[in-house]
């Protein structure tokens, strides 16, 4: 089944701990991108992947990692933690970069608490 | 600044009736525009999409509006089924830059049986 998976799906932890979130697709999608959802704000970008090594900026990045050593993984990292960053966070790929027939798919989302 | 607006954070219908849920923006280099649904602890899903070369697309009960001058499409669902309920995100975005989506804040729709 063509899906993207994040792990975990809830995460609490205290300000200052590393961690991880992973995302990994199976559709041999180039294009992978991470959101946050917060209340009253919509879907914000926190960064994307255009292919193997090549990761850029979205519009919310402080305080976030990312990496792309491989097609299929797009981990999300945070160094230290903060309480701004408890968030709804998804994982997404796309075929392309967003245009014309290349939807974003989303993982399920993972529910970060930060205390 | 926000770029893609749903001004309305919710609305119900009732089964059978016409859904129109708006969505409004303010980049003219926008040239996609997508509409996401969402049910609760699920990642958003694709419904349709439309280029900015046409003003209507349909599928099946979903058709979404382009009024380019005015930079406001909507989306029209009919018959509304209580399955439809769920959070409709409007997403806009520049094919021609990084292909960045800028979404919306989402709309709530209830559908009443």
């Known amino acids: 089944e063509a899906q993207v998976t994040q792990n975990p799906r809830y995460l609490i932890t205290v300000t200052g701990k590393k961690l991880t979130v992973t995302c990994s697709q199976n559709m041999n999608h180039e294009y992978m991108s991470w959101y946050r959802q917060d209340p009253g704000l919509g879907l914000r970008q926190i960064y994307y992947?255009?292919?193997?090594?090549?990761?850029d900026k979205g519009d919310v990045p402080e305080g976030y990692k990312v990496s792309r050593k491989e097609k299929r993984n797009f981990p999300l990292i945070l160094e230290s933690p903060s309480p701004n960053q408890t968030s709804l966070y998804f994982c997404?790929?796309?075929?392309?970069?967003?245009?014309?027939?290349?939807?974003?798919?989303f993982g399920n989302g993972t529910r970060l608490t930060v205390t | 600044d926000q770029q893609v607006k749903q001004n309305s954070p919710s609305l119900s219908v009732q089964e059978g009736r016409i859904s129109i849920l708006n969505c409004d923006y303010t980049?003219?280099?926008?040239?996609?525009f997508l509409w996401y649904k969402k049910y609760p602890a699920e990642g958003p899903t694709f419904l349709i999409s439309i280029s900015s070369i046409k003003d209507k697309n349909e599928d099946g009960r979903f058709t979404v509006f382009l009024n380019k001058s005015a930079k406001h499409l909507s989306l029209h669902i009919v018959p509304s089924q209580p399955g439809d309920s769920a959070v409709y995100f409007c997403?806009?975005?520049?094919?021609?830059?990084?292909?960045?989506?800028?979404f919306g804040k989402g709309i709530t729709l209830s559908v009443r049986p």
């Open positions: 997403a806009a975005t520049d094919t021609g830059a990084n292909s960045k989506l800028t």
């Open positions: 997404a790929s796309s075929l392309f970069p967003t245009g014309n027939n290349s939807p974003l798919h």
């Open positions: 992947s255009m292919n193997v090594e090549v990761t």
């Open positions: 980049n003219s280099m926008f040239d996609y």
